[in-house]
Nanobody
Framework: QVQLAESGGGLVQAGGSLRLSCEAS????????MGWFRQAPGKEREFVTA????????YYADSVKGRFTISRDNAKNTVYLQMNSLKPEDTAVYYC??????????????????????WGQGTQVTVSS
């Protein structure tokens, strides 16, 4: 079992930046693809970004391309999400996810909550206009 703990959320003005972190409880996460999803009030959970286990491949939703950057430090069992040029529409709870299958797959699963292996509890990001 892998436990994921997100941190770094908060309130920021539009145009600002935040960095989210997700620390995994087990070294076995090194072989997992990692990613971030988000869910705004009244909306479905949506894919944000994913990174392969080795960090060589990354994938982004069109809505965050050029603004968000995912990275991982396997020595620290941690994945990061650097969010720049934040917009009010980025306001959501952000969830860290780990999955044994490919990072590319995270962006196309139909029901991520049931199809991806492990989820964190989420961290709130609020962007004020």
């Amino acid at each position: 079992q892998v436990q994921l703990a997100e941190s770094g959320g908060g309130l920021v003005q539009a145009g600002g930046s935040l960095r989210l972190s997700c620390e995994a409880s087990a070294r076995t996460v090194l072989s997992y693809a990692m990613g971030w999803f988000r869910q705004a009030p009244g909306k479905e959970r949506e894919f944000v970004t994913a990174i392969s286990w080795g960090g060589r491949s990354t994938y982004y939703a069109d809505s965050v391309k050029g603004r968000f950057t995912i990275s991982r430090d396997n020595a620290k069992n941690t994945v990061y999400l650097q969010m720049n040029s934040l917009k009010p529409e980025d306001t959501a709870v952000y969830y860290c996810v780990a999955d044994l299958r490919t990072a590319q797959r995270m962006g196309v699963v139909r029901d991520p909550a049931s199809e991806l292996n492990f989820w964190g509890q989420g961290t709130q990001v609020t962007v004020s206009s």
